[in-house]
């Protein structure tokens, strides 16, 4: 379906943003001007704290104006790649705003070429800008000359061309054939496979799309290995021209964490999660009387013949009695969000794959994802209203300076409302097989996408990254490899790899976002001990809305230790585990209920 032919009450309203094209225009044309102002008035004149803190309250000002600019085109682009109009707004603000980067890198290089009580003093004057003073401090080291900085920064659209054409590949070049099942055509796309197909419950069917797609996949592998070995190259060449230890350093250094906080998330879920996943896939064979469990099998559901589907209302009415756990304010918050259109539900071709928030400074969240009508659309609309609930709050209370929230902890917001919601669905339920098929549901959604498919995304791309330290060229070959190997060490004999997985790595954009899928299980190891705290005590709720609100004017580590989390150690991540294990064991426990009650 073409996105003109869709339903609009489905769609969007970036009109929230700006209400004409002119209105954008004009804000395009304030953001150039500003610009100029900044660079005539402080260019060069950085040297003293009160003119440091001055130049913030401008900047605090253009960076509004850039960050709705860019939701406004991004976001129309986002639902339909074919757009040329979209392609030319988005093309055309990129341009833009790589020049305005570049005229402004003189800022960081001249901050931090004053003493480091210079700084402190400007702290001292005004502690709103305290987070984004000390982080460019732990930056000074690393910073270049001015003439470099300029000459980077007027990079910095080129540097994002790696992801561009990975995206336009995928959704736009990237096709698939239809697929014949017993004399029944089903048309395919990238879509339509990961919301539907993969996760039917006719092994016939979800087997035979399964091959069709990784057969179209094999096309292009070449061309995607290409454009993330351009990515992966540059963090390389950048964190040795910056004189970081090493590119790992360099990649977790804008997230706060450190590299034992990061090794932990691989290692831990490696040694300690398999086996618990393994029993669940047993039992995945068992109760669906399969005679072996092939890699297309691993997300059908538990119990086929158990499904229940949900309209959008359903929906709605189901998200504002579950989260009502949070208060009042959550609740007027989700009320907000209901009733505007912020959320893009329809499918149409060349829309983006999989779902997001985008929250435009104090507008509203904008929510996309494609609707199919089963519970893992209501938890993905419960988890993305998770992170527009994080930056409603943290706008409100913040100076756009300190809304930049580090992504070892910016999922936690989100998957703490995916388990609550589960949670509630699960005290909701009537029989012991509906309870089975939610708490399948936890397990094979949150859990599994979390803590098994972004997990052996982020293992593969260490492994990855240890190539690049090492100047060691891949290919696509050298890619799937890597990848077949790191499945086999997770599932073990428990799973057939047929041909093709191999080239999983290929469906995810987050390896265009440095080292980003780690950070699903750490955050959700957060969420899941917030979810966990929240239903024990309402009044820790309270205390996480209030954490929200901080948005990034805290570091990962200080805002889970307000919320009751203890990152620094390895308590938390077992813990979860040990919860996804008593999942597991509820799971075969009910399905022995369930057949002695035949």
Not at 318 to 336: A, N, P, S, T, W
Not at 422 to 439: C, G, P, Q, T, V
Request: with cysteine.
């Amino acid at each position: 379906m073409k996105r003109e032919q869709v339903d609009k009450n489905l769609t969007w309203d970036l009109s929230d943003i700006f209400k004409t094209e002119q209105l954008y225009e004009k804000a395009l044309d304030e953001i150039k001007e500003k610009t100029c102002d900044i660079v005539k008035t402080f260019k060069g004149k950085l040297n003293c704290y009160c003119t440091i803190n001055t130049l913030l309250e401008e900047l605090k000002d253009l960076y509004v104006l850039i960050d709705l600019t860019s939701s406004y085109s991004s976001l129309d682009y986002e639902t339909d790649f074919s757009n040329k109009k979209a392609f030319e707004r988005v093309s055309n603000f990129e341009t833009i705003i790589s020049k305005i980067i570049s005229s402004l890198s003189f800022i960081e290089t001249e901050i931090l070429q004053n003493d480091k009580e210079v700084i402190e003093k400007a702290i001292e004057e005004n502690p709103q800008n305290k987070r984004f003073l000390e982080k460019l401090l732990s930056k000074k080291e690393h910073t270049l000359s001015c003439e470099v900085e300029s000459v980077l920064a007027s990079l910095s659209t080129s540097f994002q061309a790696p992801y561009r054409i990975y995206n336009q590949t995928k959704l736009s070049d990237l096709s698939f054939d239809d697929v014949v099942v017993d004399g029944k055509t089903y048309p395919m796309n990238f879509n339509i496979f990961e919301g539907n197909y993969e996760v039917s419950p006719d092994t016939k069917l979800r087997r035979a799309c399964f091959k069709e797609f990784y057969k179209q996949l094999k096309k292009y592998e070449n061309t995607f290995a290409s454009s993330y070995y351009s990515y992966v190259k540059q963090d390389k060449v950048l964190a040795d021209l910056r004189k970081y230890k090493n590119v790992f350093e360099y990649l977790l250094s804008d997230q706060e964490v450190t590299i034992d906080m990061y090794n932990r998330q691989c290692d831990v879920i490696m040694e300690k999660l398999s086996s618990h996943i393994r029993r669940y896939i047993r039992l995945l064979k068992r109760v669906n009387g399969l005679s072996k469990m092939t890699f297309a099998d691993l997300k059908m559901p538990l119990d086929k013949d158990f499904q229940k589907t949900y309209s959008i209302d359903d929906c709605k009415k189901m998200i504002k009695d579950g989260l009502k756990v949070l208060g009042k304010d959550y609740e007027k918050y989700l009320d907000d969000a209901f009733s505007k259109r912020c959320i893009d539900y329809v499918d149409n071709e060349s829309k983006a794959s999989g779902a997001f928030c985008a929250s435009p400074y104090r507008v509203h969240p904008y929510v996309l994802l494609t609707w199919s009508g089963n519970m893992s659309d209501v938890l993905t609309v419960a988890h993305e209203l998770g992170h527009g609930g994080h930056f409603t709050f943290c706008n409100r209370e913040q100076s756009i300076l300190n809304t930049d929230c580090s992504t070892y902890f910016v999922e936690a917001p989100s998957t703490t409302n995916e388990l609550i919601m589960a949670h509630y669905m699960l005290k909701n339920a009537k029989s012991n097989r509906e309870k089975r098929w939610i708490i399948s549901e936890i397990v094979s959604k949150t859990y599994y996408h979390n803590f098994v498919t972004h997990f052996l995304e982020s293992y593969y791309q260490r492994e990855v990254y240890k190539m690049i330290e090492k100047d060691m060229a891949f290919d696509a070959n050298t890619l799937n490899s890597i990848f077949k190997q790191t499945m086999q060490k997770f599932f073990g004999d428990d799973v057939e790899l047929e041909d093709g997985v191999e080239r999983t790595w290929i469906r995810q954009p987050h390896y265009y976002m440095g080292l980003y899928s780690y950070t699903y299980s750490a955050s959700l190891t957060i969420g899941t001990q917030m979810c966990l705290n929240i239903l024990k005590d309402k009044d820790v709720a309270k205390k996480w809305i209030e954490v929200l609100k901080l948005g990034g004017s805290k570091n990962p580590i200080e805002l889970a230790k307000m919320a009751g989390v203890d990152v620094t150690t390895d308590k938390p991540l077992l813990d979860t585990i040990e919860y996804i294990g008593n999942l597991i064991t509820q799971m075969e426990q009910l399905t022995d209920e369930i057949e002695n009650e035949k």
